[in-house]
């Protein structure tokens, strides 16, 4: 094996444990999404392996992030992904360019990305914030959504559905068939067992 042949693979294996720890230590652990995290790995490989082999072609940074543009205007301008998942897009792409182009050790390089994960894992942990989730409902007592009767549909709401329901926001009012869309913020039920 040539000296070229041991930097890929060792940066390779550095790039794939990261993207492992960031995509199924970090985004599968909340979200259960298994298809977008393997997504993110091959994405993050893809980003890995191209880069890597042009950056001998006099490539500079700004190249690595126009590709990475092309990438996303081909792949996902077809189907909208949320803020969340664009976000950990854009840290498997950090992660796969400081990775194959970044001048650092791979010492270095684990540390960097091993902080980038445990911010990713911090930040989506309820260490912070309180983990709410999101619920749309179609709301029949059109009488219950006006401002001063607020009190009175979380309290509606929480007796139908069971939930722990701390917001509400109208989304949509129909006055032909009396019914409104709300969107309905509640605390998850492990946090609600917990408080």
């Known amino acids: 094996m040539t000296k070229l042949d041991l930097i890929f ?9 990261s993207l492992a720890v960031l995509c199924y230590g970090c985004y599968f652990r909340i ?7 393997g997504s993110f790995i091959l994405f993050g490989v893809g980003v890995f392996i191209i880069t890597f082999l042009l950056h001998g072609v006099d490539m500079s940074m700004e190249f690595a992030f126009g590709l990475f543009a092309v990438f996303t205007m081909l792949r996902y301008r077809t ?10 897009l854009f840290l498997v792409t950090a992660i796969a360019l400081l990775t194959s182009v970044g001048q650092m050790s791979l010492i270095e390089l684990s540390i960097l990305n091993g902080i980038i994960c445990l911010i990713a894992f911090l930040i989506d942990s309820s260490v912070f914030v309180k983990r709410y989730e999101v619920q749309s409902v179609c709301y029949e007592r059109i009488e219950n959504i006006t401002p001063q009767n607020q009190a009175t549909l979380i309290h509606d709401l929480k007796q139908r559905t069971g939930l722990n329901v701390v917001a509400v926001d109208i989304e949509h009012i129909d006055f032909l068939r009396d019914v409104a869309q709300l969107k309905v913020s509640y605390l998850a039920e492990k946090q609600t067992k917990a408080a």
Not at 9 to 17: A, E, P, Q
Not at 79 to 88: A, D, L, R, W
Request: hydrophobic share 50%; proline share 0%.
């Open 31 to 37: 979200s259960k999404n298994a298809v977008v995290a």
């Open 9 to 17: 693979l060792s940066r390779f294996l550095v790039n794939i444990l």
């Open 79 to 88: 189907e909208s992904i949320s803020i969340k998942e664009m976000t950990y």
